[in-house]
């Protein structure tokens, strides 16, 4: 008779399901430019098309929030 090792065996009701993130690169890369677009005077966003309010909303977001905004 076999013994069967629950390590070699996935457990046909247990599967996770984790939400898909985004690597690290992508998350400092958000951080650092959302950083600078809340740094930038009101003609650098002007030449844009971004308003300070839209601005600073981006710039509040969380790092892994990388998905557009509507």
């Known amino acids: 008779m076999a013994i069967l090792n629950a390590r070699t065996r996935p457990l046909p009701w247990f599967r996770p399901s984790l939400p898909a993130l985004p690597s690290l690169h ?3 890369r958000a951080v650092i430019t959302r950083r600078y677009l809340a ?3 009101d003609r ?8 300070r309010g839209d601005a600073l909303r981006e710039a509040e977001r969380l790092p ?3 998905g557009r905004r509507g």
Do not use: F, R, Y
């Open 39 to 41: 740094e930038m005077d």
């Open 26 to 28: 992508a998350m400092m």
């Open 44 to 51: 650098m966003l002007k030449d844009i098309g971004i308003s």
């Open 64 to 66: 892994w929030d990388l």
